[in-house]
């Protein structure tokens, strides 16, 4: 048997890594085993590398249409390997911050694949060999993998998941993606601005069905207008392959369709990445797949945590992060210092679009009484002056009180501001205490204090309803 740590965390994603230097912080002797590179999911093959090409690819679009601004731009082009590159360096970077951070902090790096055996062992496998750890906390935090469905033809060459695109060295000419979800509308951004013919195939009566409807059928116009063609409500019955081209086959409206594609993407979600995860004889309680935990997520063993994409819940890197937070100042006999039951979601379209805390049609759901304020942001100067696409921001406040309770925004630096709601949401700040403070003109945020202002009908900037 090798070291004996205090803290031994398996997977060095997000959660992870996270977890990792804050128990060193916190003067626990901590280790770390990831097989792969530091960052996960996230800053490998997901969050990062999306966002980079998304603003590559955003950037193109706004050169080609930037015109409109009384600027002409002639012979604009892309070089799609550069994007992939400009894509790859922006990752290095942050991997390498990562390896600084546990470094500096005394975190001890295992390379290797991490597999917890009986009392709360952890085993560490490399092509050199195998060394074994014992811990007195053990955090799982392995992540998770795509997740391909059981339908015919989802093996063959072209059909890819989302790690696979992002090996890609060429353009796609044309590419179908299976589900209409965030990973989905981010990919067909990225490749519809770059000129390649996007195609979504949704099962759900409308895209990211979990967010306001309102956001997703102003997302479903703009994707429309920019050339992506989009199937809802639609069954997919097989993937078939006709030369050098995928056919996807799907049901809609009670008729067969066919969309073929140099490629098809498979983004329909991810699942939890237990593969190797636990030895023999070691069977922490698990359902449909993911690793059960209480509100403090400890799993069935004693000792033993889970967090992220591993046990059920939303799979965002931030909520993977504050969870590894949350466990750690536990370990260490500290109160929490994060809240980790509001969680923002974010998508990194153009506009973006952000939310947290409940909807208003959530809220009806539920038997709530509440007051929503709305405001439009074509009607704000900031939007105004960078010609922002259709937008709004929406805020839900509890009917008696005037507590914030949730807010959806589709419109520029969404995902930024949107760390002002959450503030308020977590704190129960009432409408009020959130509009006093002043906001710098001219800004998005701007919208915000119209939106609050809305729920009373103060808003300066909105004209009056009529009266009846």
């Given at each position: 048997m090798g070291e004996k740590f205090d803290v031994i965390v398996i997977g060095a994603g997000p959660g992870g890594y996270v977890a990792a230097i804050k128990a060193a912080k916190a003067g626990l002797h901590t280790a770390i085993v990831e097989n792969r590179?530091?960052?996960?999911?996230?800053?490998?093959?997901?969050?990062?590398p999306a966002k980079a090409m998304i603003h590559a690819s955003s950037l193109y679009r706004e050169m080609q249409e930037s015109e409109r601004f009384g600027v002409t731009a002639s012979d604009v082009q892309f070089d799609y390997g550069k994007i992939v590159a400009y894509k790859q360096e922006t990752t290095d970077k942050l991997c390498q911050g990562i390896d600084q951070l546990l470094k500096a902090n005394g975190v001890t790096f295992l390379s290797g694949k991490g597999t917890l055996e009986k009392g709360k062992a952890v085993r560490v496998?490399?092509?050199?060999?195998?060394?074994?750890?014992?811990?007195?906390?053990?955090?799982?935090?392995?992540?998770?993998?795509?997740?391909?469905?059981?339908?015919?033809?989802?093996?063959?060459?072209?059909?890819?998941t989302s790690d696979e695109l992002f090996r890609l060295e060429e353009m796609p000419e044309s590419l179908v993606i299976i589900g209409g979800g965030v990973i989905s509308v981010e990919f067909a951004s990225v490749y519809s601005n770059?000129?390649?013919?996007?195609t979504i195939v949704e099962a759900m009566p409308r895209l990211i069905p979990n967010m306001d409807k309102e956001i997703s059928q102003n997302l479903k116009m703009i994707l429309k207008k920019r050339g992506v063609d989009i199937h809802t409500s639609a069954a997919v019955q097989r993937v078939e392959q006709e030369g050098d081209q995928y056919t996807c086959v799907f049901v809609e409206k009670e008729k067969e369709v066919r969309a073929s594609a140099q490629y098809v993407l498979c983004a329909v979600g991810r699942c939890p990445n237990t593969d190797g995860l636990f030895g023999e004889g070691v069977e922490p309680e698990m359902e449909r797949g993911r690793v059960v935990v209480d509100e403090e997520y400890r799993t069935s063993i004693e000792g033993v945590y889970a967090i992220g994409d591993l046990i059920r819940g939303m799979q965002l890197a931030h909520l993977a992060s504050a969870q590894g937070v949350y466990v750690a100042d536990k370990i260490a006999g500290k109160e929490?210092?994060?809240?980790?039951?509001?969680?923002?979601g974010c998508v990194y379209t153009d506009p973006e679009i952000a939310s947290v805390g409940i909807t208003e049609d959530e809220a009806k759901e539920?038997?709530?009484?509440?007051?929503?304020?709305?405001?439009?942001?074509?009607?704000?100067?900031?939007?105004?002056?960078?010609k922002e696409e259709r937008g709004f921001?929406?805020?839900?406040?509890?009917?008696?009180?005037?507590?914030?309770?949730?807010?959806?925004?589709?419109?520029?630096?969404?995902?930024?501001?949107?760390?002002?709601?959450?503030?308020?949401?977590?704190?129960?700040?009432?409408?009020?205490?959130?509009?006093?403070?002043?906001?710098?003109?001219?800004?998005?945020?701007?919208?915000?204090?119209?939106?609050?202002?809305?729920?009373?009908g103060n808003a300066v900037h909105i004209m009056p309803k009529k009266k009846r």
């Open positions: 590179r530091v960052g996960g999911t996230c800053l490998n093959r997901g969050c990062i496998v490399t092509e050199e060999g195998e060394s074994c750890y014992e811990a007195e906390n053990v955090i799982l935090a392995a992540g998770s993998k795509p997740l391909v469905l059981p339908i015919p033809g989802l093996d063959l060459p072209g059909v890819l770059l000129g390649c013919k996007v929490p210092s994060v809240d980790v039951h509001t969680v923002p539920q038997g709530l009484s509440v007051k929503v304020g709305k405001f439009i942001m074509s009607a704000n100067g900031k939007s105004l002056i960078t921001i929406k805020v839900i406040a509890e009917a008696d009180t005037d507590v914030i309770l949730g807010a959806q925004m589709m419109c520029a630096r969404a995902t930024d501001m949107i760390g002002e709601f959450v503030t308020a949401v977590v704190n129960r700040l009432t409408v009020q205490q959130v509009a006093k403070g002043m906001r710098a003109h001219p800004t998005y945020n701007e919208g915000v204090v119209e939106a609050l202002e809305d729920i009373e």
